[in-house]
C-alpha cells in the first residue's frame, strides 16, 4: 500500500492514473474511509490530505505465439465543465471558444445555456480557454488552473468560487477580510439572505450550488 501526499493541483483522478487505477478505485478504497468522510468529493483535496493507493495487480493474458498483439490500457477521461455568464450574470449561449491544453487545441461553441464541456487528460494540470473577437468586442483570454479548488468548508475554496464567479477580485488567503466579507454581502443581497458578510450555512450552500461543487 503506497501512500501519496496531496500536492496543489491533485485530485483522486491524476492520483490514480498516475498509479494505473480508475479513480473510483481508489477513492473506494477502505484506507481513505476517513478521508471520503472530511472530503466528501474526489476532485477538491486540500495539500497535505493522505490518500492510500493499493498496489497493481498482474492481469495474465492467454496470446498466440509467434503472432504481434496489441495491447490498449483503458483510461478514463476527466471532464471540464465552464459556463460563460456575462456581467449581468446571464448565459453566453452560443460563443465560440479555443481551449488549448498542453498541446492540444479544441474548438467549440457555448450550448445554450453558456456551457461548454470539454473532456481533459486526468493528469491535466492548466489550460487557456480564448474567446475569439466579436464585433467591437476584443479577444478574451482565461488561464485555468485544473485541479487546485479547496473544499467550500475552507474558506480560501470559497474565495476561489466568489472569484470565479466574479464576486472577489482579492487574494486566496484564507481571511474574511473587509474586500471578502464585502464579496459575501453581494452574494447574500443577490440571492435573498441577509447581507451579514459572514459566512453562514446558507450563504456557503447557495455559493455550492451555484458554482456546481
Not at 478504497?29 to 476532485?43: F, I, M, Q, S
Not at 479548488?149 to 482579492?170: H, V
Not at 453581494?186 to 447581507?195: D, F, N, W
Request: glycine share 10%; net charge negative; hydrophobic share 35%.
Amino acid at each position: 500500500m503506497a501512500k501519496h501526499v496531496v500536492r496543489a493541483g491533485d485530485c483522486i483522478e491524476s492520483i490514480a492514473d498516475a498509479h494505473g487505477f480508475y479513480w473510483e478505485v481508489v477513492w473506494n478504497h477502505p484506507d481513505n474511509a476517513a478521508l471520503r468522510k472530511l472530503r466528501g468529493d474526489p476532485v477538491t483535496l486540500v495539500p497535505g490530505d493522505e490518500v492510500f493507493v493499493p498496489p497493481l495487480r498482474a492481469k495474465a493474458v492467454e496470446c498466440a505465439t509467434e503472432a504481434r498483439h496489441t495491447f490498449r490500457r483503458k483510461g478514463v477521461p476527466s471532464k471540464l465543465r465552464v459556463q460563460l455568464l456575462d456581467l449581468a450574470g446571464r448565459p453566453r449561449g452560443g460563443v465560440d471558444y479555443a481551449l488549448t491544453i498542453e498541446s492540444d487545441e479544441r474548438t467549440g461553441s457555448t450550448d445554450g445555456d453558456g456551457w461548454m464541456d470539454e473532456w481533459l487528460p486526468p493528469r491535466a494540470r492548466k489550460a487557456t480557454l480564448k474567446i475569439p473577437p466579436r464585433g467591437d468586442e476584443p479577444e478574451e483570454t482565461y488561464e485555468l488552473e485544473i485541479g487546485h479548488l479547496r473544499p467550500a468548508d475552507d474558506l480560501e475554496g470559497i474565495q476561489a468560487r466568489l472569484r470565479n464567479l466574479g464576486w472577489y477580485e482579492g487574494p486566496l488567503n484564507g481571511e474574511l477580510d473587509g474586500p471578502t466579507a464585502e464579496a459575501l454581502q453581494a452574494v447574500q443581497a443577490a440571492e435573498g439572505l441577509v447581507p451579514t458578510g459572514e459566512l453562514d450555512d446558507d450563504t456557503r450552500s447557495r455559493l455550492r450550488d451555484a458554482y456546481g461543487g
